[in-house]
């Protein structure tokens, strides 16, 4: 079965330092999907970023960057430069790529940047 | 341009009564879900269509049936609403795996 780990349910961070968010998972699954959502007090989930279990490198985009250690079964959110605008519930979801194409979400991190 | 909308952002009613909630995409995406979001955050799958039919139903209350008229649109009706149907109701769409599912505004049911 499926399982998203994220074991920081709060974090608080200076502008424009560099965070981590965390994300482990476990499937038995070879091949899947691993994303990062970002959903801020307005309510809407908004797509960060994208890995895939076969991608060699780790992906990203823009400020984002995804530290992909598939050993370790870990797929951590790296926000550099951090705004106040990164002030937002963050969640890691996978999906496996047999079988439904559902996500599964992790339990979400609640990030504040304080000015 | 909306990817994903729903109808409506909000919806208050009492116990007992019946709502729908609508979900249009024009992404051209061939899968549809729906999620939940209860108070603590916390999001499920509910269904999932894919090209008008239904390919994940997880473990939902037959209360809940979501209907899918063409590959654009997927609606959810649930009868007789109850007090822990309160949540915030997700509508999302995909192309064929892999990448990513993107997400409608949700819906904020308040069930009294």
């Known amino acids: 079965a499926q399982k998203i780990t994220q074991t920081q349910p709060g974090m608080f961070v200076q502008e424009k330092e560099a965070v981590t968010l965390d994300c482990t998972y476990d499937?038995?699954?070879?091949?899947?999907?691993l994303f990062w959502y970002k959903q801020p007090s307005s309510g809407e989930m908004i797509f960060l970023i994208y890995?895939?279990?076969?991608?060699?490198q780790n992906a990203t985009e823009g400020r984002y960057s995804l530290n992909f250690q598939k050993a370790r079964k870990s797929a951590n959110l790296v926000i550099s430069a951090s705004q106040l605008g990164d002030s937002a519930m963050y969640f890691c979801a996978m999906r496996e790529s047999q079988g439904a194409q559902k996500l599964v979400f992790g339990q979400g991190t609640r990030l504040t940047i304080n000015p | 341009d909306t990817a994903v909308s729903q109808t409506p952002k909000y919806l208050v009613t009492q116990m007992g009564n019946d709502k729908s909630i609508k979900c249009e995409q024009n992404?051209?995406?061939?899968?549809m879900y729906w999620y939940k979001q209860d108070s603590k955050k916390f999001l499920k799958i509910m269904f999932s269509y894919n090209n008008k039919e239904l390919i994940i139903n997880e473990t939902v209350p037959n209360r809940f049936s979501p209907k899918s008229p063409d590959k654009a649109h997927l609606n959810l009706h649930i009868n007789s609403l109850e007090l822990g149907d309160s949540a915030v109701y997700f509508c999302?769409?995909?192309?064929?795996?892999?990448?990513?599912?993107?997400f409608g505004p949700g819906t904020r049911l308040t069930v009294l």
């Open positions: 992404l051209g995406h061939d899968t």
């Open positions: 499937t038995s699954d070879p091949s899947y999907g």
């Open positions: 890995q895939g279990s076969y991608d060699q």
């Open positions: 999302a769409s995909s192309q064929d795996r892999p990448g990513p599912q993107y």
